[in-house]
């Protein structure tokens, strides 16, 4: 049993409060003592293997000064083959697992990543913090019990998101819907329907998984819900009951059924982009704000929201943090051989913009490592909660930035101000063209038989991109741009129903993993354009 769970059955919350979620009551004095402390440990393993010789390049550092100022950036092609092929004994310390995610096209066709003993204990702790979070509503709040029910959401191993509900199950007794092991045999939408019908049976506590999901499977369940019959549920009495109450919750409300008039959830986990965009959403169908986490294959976990659901805060036992400056991120993407400089999270700045660099602490293998991802930090300090510590959210891929000269966008712009529109849509993507002028070119697939045009589509996302109040990518002065030079940077190509849909078939026929089911968002490759039939 784990230290987590013996807290949590023996009712020691005050203790596992402190175990899990401490952190959040750190001064940045003390949040970087912890970092260069095991970073410190961190470089001595990394000089005894293979793998840390190589990247060093000669190096011997024997300071935090020294590890940044001799140690160069990477990127996983300096990884290559020997995590591709999980050569074990280049690395710092033995793994237990390895995670997967999807790699890079024409350069290796997917990453492995090792995670050692000691640093999925520490990572458990971290999973522990969220969902303690994502439950309370007071600090020292520990709202968990064991055996609390949650609908599976999540890919199967060796992807990341089934190995953290392993571990929530090992240390937090949560039980999944459907259960871990059935979950893994069946595809991801077998997973998702039959969790939702054990969930009118059994009841729900709370949702783990992709914010997206949780939205369709509210739509869906919507939409049939006056089709279905009661009389099915006949033999299954505790989810006619629930049917029956919710009926009667949405008929006071004079309005259709929602999931959240069939279940009061204790807790919502989610990650990624998708997590800001939809919040509210989530919020009017399931009753319950989602807690978002940033985290990836790389990190595991990096940062999490706490119980007001605003910005994240890091965590600093898992990896150390670096931040490449926007100015300084724009030197290197015009000029390769540039060599960007890092700042440390004590030298961060609110409102600006960062490139997260990471080391893998506990014997992981990354170093000086650029996951791709932007970050802005908002606040250096959470005065409401009492957190000192600086307070950030995610932006979105490097490499997904689209520059258009006066104006800068990216995923999560484009994708705040198209739900902004109120047009219905199925999916979509864009990338960035140049024919006289740079402009953004979005392919999208309207929902709902809506029809409009593709000028109108244009028009209204680019006035919601403007009313956005986000300073970092809209030209403060813009108005007077436009009315000095015909400055028109949105195109639109209205796809044919159903080409996602095909899109996806096509790609599950190849074989592709869960996350490359649906092209990126950003920066289609040519292929994606070509499967949708956009050129």
Not at 25 to 53: H, N, P, V, W, Y
Not at 514 to 521: E, G, Q, T
Request: include cysteine.
């Amino acid at each position: 049993m784990s230290k987590v769970n013996e807290l949590l059955r023996e009712g020691r919350y005050e203790d596992l409060w402190q175990l899990c979620c401490g952190f959040i009551d750190l001064s940045i004095d003390q949040f970087m003592t912890i970092q260069k402390s095991l970073l410190l440990e961190q470089i001595e393993l990394l000089k005894k293997c293979a793998l840390g010789r190589r990247i060093f390049r000669g190096a011997m550092p024997n300071s935090v000064e020294e590890f940044r100022r001799q140690v160069p950036l990477t990127t996983y092609t300096d990884y290559c083959p020997d995590l591709l092929e999980k050569r074990e004994d280049v690395l710092p310390a033995k793994p237990i697992r390895w995670i997967q995610t999807s790699g890079k096209g024409g350069e290796y066709p997917f990453k492995w990543v090792p995670i050692t003993e000691r640093f999925w204990e520490e990572a458990g702790l971290n999973f522990t913090a969220i969902a303690i979070f994502g439950s309370c509503n007071r600090r020292g709040e520990v709202l968990l019990k064991p055996g609390m029910k949650l609908l599976y959401a999540a890919a199967q191993p060796p992807f990341l998101t089934n190995a953290v509900a392993h571990r929530l199950a090992e240390d937090v007794s949560f039980q999944f819907l459907p259960e871990l092991e059935e979950a893994q045999s069946l595809s991801f939408e077998e997973g998702v329907e039959k969790g939702f019908k054990l969930a009118l049976t059994e009841g729900m506590d709370g949702f783990y998984g992709l914010a997206g999901v949780l939205v369709a499977i509210a739509k869906k369940f919507n939409k049939n819900s006056e089709k279905t019959k009661k009389t099915q549920y006949i033999y299954h009495p505790r989810a006619l009951a629930r049917l029956i109450k919710g009926l009667i919750n949405s008929r006071r409300e004079k309005r259709s059924i929602l999931p959240k008039d069939l279940w009061k959830l204790k807790v919502i986990t989610t990650m990624g982009t998708d997590s800001i965009i939809y919040r509210d959403k989530i919020r009017e169908l399931w009753g319950r704000m989602p807690l978002n986490v940033y985290g990836n294959t790389e990190t595991t976990v990096v940062a999490t929201q706490t119980w007001d659901y605003k910005d994240m805060v890091f965590f600093p036992n898992l990896n150390f943090l670096e931040f490449i400056p926007q100015d300084e991120f724009y030197k290197n993407k015009v000029d390769p051989g540039y060599k960007p400089k890092t700042l440390l999270l004590d030298e961060v700045k609110p409102g600006n913009l960062y490139e997260l660099v990471i080391t893998n602490f506990h014997g992981g293998a990354l170093i000086r490592y650029r996951i791709g991802e932007l970050i802005r930090i908002t606040a250096l300090h959470n005065d409401v909660l009492g957190i000192k510590l600086p307070q950030m959210m995610l932006e979105g891929r490097a490499d997904d930035l689209i520059d258009l000269g006066f104006i800068r966008l990216n995923e999560r712009v484009i994708w705040q101000a198209l739900e902004k529109t109120g047009i219905p849509y199925k999916e979509w993507t864009a990338k960035k063209e140049i024919s006289d002028n740079p402009r953004l070119h979005l392919y999208i697939e309207l929902a709902n038989g809506y029809y409009t045009s593709a000028e109108e589509v244009a028009d209204k996302l680019y006035k919601a991109i403007k009313n956005l109040d986000d300073g970092l990518y809209v030209y403060k002065d813009l108005a007077s741009i436009e009315s000095l030079i015909d400055f028109k940077p949105i195109e639109v190509t209205i796809l044919p129903e159903g080409v996602f849909t095909a899109y996806k078939k096509a790609r599950q026929e190849e074989g592709a993993s869960l996350s490359d089911l649906k092209p990126p968002h950003v920066n289609p490759s040519r292929r994606d354009l070509i499967m949708l039939e956009a050129e």
